[in-house]
């Protein structure tokens, strides 16, 4: 019950902050959609670190070292730390000065801008928010297995069938709950004030964590000692878990997968946030040494999980059915039921802290790219009812959403490698936009249709579909890797077979003395 | 805006050799079924791929000061995010707007 008070009593706070952040906006739709362009390189990096680290790479990451060892880290967390830093460094400070110069909020506006075409608009948006749903799921599932993970055994008579705790259905619909309540209320501003808050919290908890761990399993005098004691239960137990032997081809697609934030609209959206191009140096150099805190932990954790011993009995005598529960269930083994408790809530701010930037973004991109953009020019609209559609929108999805949680989850780590897969595919769009001045309306609608294309082909070829086989390769490669070179051979020819873009588009995103290439003689505009 | 980023040629493109070498070295799989345990505890692939973390947080350091893709600093950027909150006020545009989000 003491975990489950903490639990609340973090969520009140979380909404508490919400309203707080509300106090300090300026009343204008650019505050609460963009905070102004006032944040600074601390809050940029929280909060794009914040929403970057989900489920995925607490629970998920210690459930999938659970299930094949220290190699985790190597496939994405190494990985992640050098290509998010590329992608910030690459695409987010060039997208901000653009978004600085003409006034973009979403991704869209951008491409629309870019490909001089309205219609095209309507192509990316529902790509987009199909994309966002499963990595909404990542979420929602988290929240719901941590939440049942450390309440089990809390009620002696209710919830049987969940192991005496807080099933996910209820754990997963209250997160959503507090999440959207604190992002109706307190925007972007609240948004990355409660990333900031959320990150600081789960990265400190997230060490304290590891420090009781290994306590607990690894036994021993000093930590070093605690430390080794836990590894050796592993050497002894599961030695195999403590080396890599991914293939190589395999390890090297893995790789392809962090290109995904290239593509997150959520993080467009933190990137204007930014109050100059200089806010994101901090980010792009410190963002690898975050990934390190918070992912050399979760995987000792879950490879220790497989031979711990607590109180002579092993933890987890047979793996358990989700492995999604691994860190939840060891944390109630082994902590206390107040610090169990406020390690919970450091995950859940893990999950949270992403959700909340996704939410708002949903909302964002609903209002600007399909009701404000069918208003014509000199048309009066009704704002309020306006605001109350894009509500109705981010309600709704989180609705499906979580709808989807309740049928059988998958593993959150395979969900996301589909997930991410998919904005990968994206990629190459956004990189010919910002660098390539051959790129034309066609090749990108081409950039497109191959990615959804490939995605759904291979999809449906992995046994079914859903729930994903983590064993599924193709070519050797995870689906990413021909998501991803589909949508760029597509991309480049029908480019390179169709008329570029006029010299006056061109100058609007390339200026005269950038590097880039040469300039192309005029022709007339694409018809749209 | 400055177009120009700081750095010479020379050093922008020796910068984005070494982010070539440290994707080259974050796939390399020398040291994956090595059984050593560093420390007595860290076992040497993950302790190779915590090396090649701190590897990134050096390059993308120096790729700040010698590749940065653009020089725009406005006198807002040196201050902190509270001396923002407090100096900023609203403007013009923001005075007259609505007070809802659209």
């Not at chain 1, 979403?106 to 199909?130: K, M, N």
């Not at chain 1, 014509?376 to 609209?381: C, R």
């Not at chain 1, 309600?395 to 989807?404: E, R």
């Amino acid at each position: 019950m003491t975990q489950l008070a903490i639990i609340i009593a973090y969520l009140v706070l979380l909404l508490g902050l919400g309203a707080v952040a509300a106090r300090f906006s300026r009343g204008t739709s650019r505050d609460y959609l963009l905070a102004s362009h006032s944040i600074g390189p601390v809050l940029l990096l929280m909060s794009l670190f914040g929403t970057t680290m989900t489920a995925f790479a607490l629970v998920g990451s210690t459930g999938k070292s659970y299930q094949l060892g220290i190699g985790v880290y190597g496939l994405m967390a190494s990985s992640s730390g050098i290509v998010h830093s590329l992608c910030f460094f690459v695409i987010g400070v060039k997208l901000w000065k653009l978004g600085q110069q003409h006034g973009y909020t979403t991704q869209v506006e951008f491409f629309r801008d870019r490909l001089g075409s309205h219609a095209f608009g309507y192509l990316l948006f529902p790509v987009l928010v199909g994309l966002v749903i499963p990595y909404l799921l990542i979420g929602v599932l988290g929240a719901g297995a941590v939440v049942n993970g450390v309440t089990r055994g809390t009620f002696d008579e209710a919830f049987a069938s969940s192991g005496h705790g807080v099933p996910p259905w209820l754990g997963s619909l209250t997160i959503c709950l507090v999440v959207l309540a604190y992002v109706f209320t307190g925007g972007m501003r609240g948004t990355a004030w409660a990333n900031t808050f959320q990150t600081a919290v789960f990265m400190v908890l997230g060490v304290v964590t590891f420090v009781v761990i290994a306590r607990e399993i690894g036994g021993g005098e000093s930590f070093l000692d605690s430390l080794r004691g836990a590894t050796a239960r592993v050497l002894e137990a599961h030695p195999e878990k403590l080396v890599m032997k991914p293939p190589k081809l395999f390890f090297f697609s893995f790789l392809l997968i962090p290109l995904s934030a290239g593509m997150f609209p959520h993080l467009f959206q933190h990137w204007l946030t930014a109050r100059s191009a200089a806010a994101f140096k901090l980010p792009v150099i410190v963002h690898p040494l975050f990934i390190l805190i918070v992912w050399v932990p979760c995987v000792m954790v879950g490879v220790w999980a497989t031979s711990a011993v607590v109180d002579g009995q092993q933890v987890f005598a047979e793996p358990p059915g989700n492995v999604n529960t691994v860190l939840p269930i060891l944390l109630g083994k082994v902590a206390g039921p107040v610090l169990s408790g406020l390690l919970s809530a450091g995950i859940l701010a893990a999950v949270m802290s992403s959700l909340d930037s996704q939410f708002l973004c949903l909302g964002t991109m609903f209002t600007n790219d399909i009701v404000l953009a069918r208003r014509e020019a000199n048309e009066t609209g009704d704002d309020g009812r306006v605001v109350r559609m894009a509500r109705l929108f981010i309600v709704a999805i989180v609705a499906v959403t979580y709808l989807l949680s309740l049928g059988e989850p998958a593993g959150i780590f395979d969900l996301g490698l589909w997930c991410f897969a998919g904005f990968t595919g994206l990629v190459p769009l956004v990189l010919a936009a910002l660098y390539w001045r051959r790129l034309t309306l066609p090749g990108a609608v081409a950039s497109v249709l191959a990615m959804v294309v490939t995605w759904l082909t291979l999809f449906l070829l992995d046994m079914g579909g859903y729930p994903p086989d983590p064993r599924y390769k193709f070519l050797g490669m995870l689906p990413v890797a021909t998501v991803l070179a589909v949508a760029t051979i597509a991309l480049v020819v029908v480019s390179l077979a169709t008329r570029p873009p006029s010299n006056e588009t061109l100058a609007k995103f390339f200026p005269p003395n950038s590097s880039g290439g040469r300039a192309i003689p005029d022709v007339p505009e694409l018809p749209d | 805006m400055s177009e120009n980023p700081p750095g010479s040629r020379l050093s922008r493109s020796a910068f984005w050799l070494v982010v070539l070498l440290l994707v080259g070295a974050q796939q390399w799989s020398g040291s994956w079924s090595s059984e050593t345990l560093v420390l007595g505890f860290l076992p040497a692939p993950l302790f190779y791929h915590v090396m090649v973390s701190l590897a990134a947080v050096a390059v993308w350091w120096v790729g700040t000061i010698v590749a940065w893709p653009d020089d725009t600093k406005g006198p807002e950027a040196l201050l902190s995010d509270a001396e923002v909150v407090r100096t900023t006020g609203p403007s013009e545009d923001e005075v007259s707007a609505t007070g809802e989000p659209s």
